[in-house]
């Protein structure tokens, strides 16, 4: 007495999908999407989380006044203390670079 036919093998060999643990996903579920609006343009370095705008925030505001303290040690001819100011200010500044253009991950 023959077998009967397995489901599969009655299906058309178009329509049969391999498992879902052998195909490769690369992308994440966002793969068939565009970029999110604030991926795009300037507002991808601008911060969008409250955590993200209060070190944004501080860190401007201490890079700024060391920058401030770097330009009056240049004037008062310290230039030891003027390039370590001056250094920390761009330490601070790309550390708000870092606060403006990070994303938290959901």
């Known amino acids: 007495m023959p077998r009967p ?3 599969a093998a009655t299906l058309d ?3 049969t999908r391999k498992s879902r643990g052998s195909k490769k996903q690369t992308t994440g579920r ?3 999407y565009g970029p999110t609006p604030d991926q795009i343009g300037i507002r991808k370095y601008i911060p969008n989380y409250w955590a993200n705008w ?3 925030v501080l860190f401007a505001f201490v890079g700024l006044s060391m920058f401030g303290w770097g330009v009056y040690y240049v004037i008062d001819a310290t230039y030891a203390d003027a390039v370590v100011a001056i250094g920390l ?3 601070l500044g790309y550390m708000v670079f870092l606060f403006g253009s990070t994303r938290l991950r959901d």
């Open 5 to 7: 036919a397995s489901p």
């Open 13 to 15: 060999p178009v329509s």
């Open 30 to 32: 966002r793969r068939n």
């Open 54 to 56: 209060l070190g944004f």
């Open 89 to 91: 200010a761009g330490a």
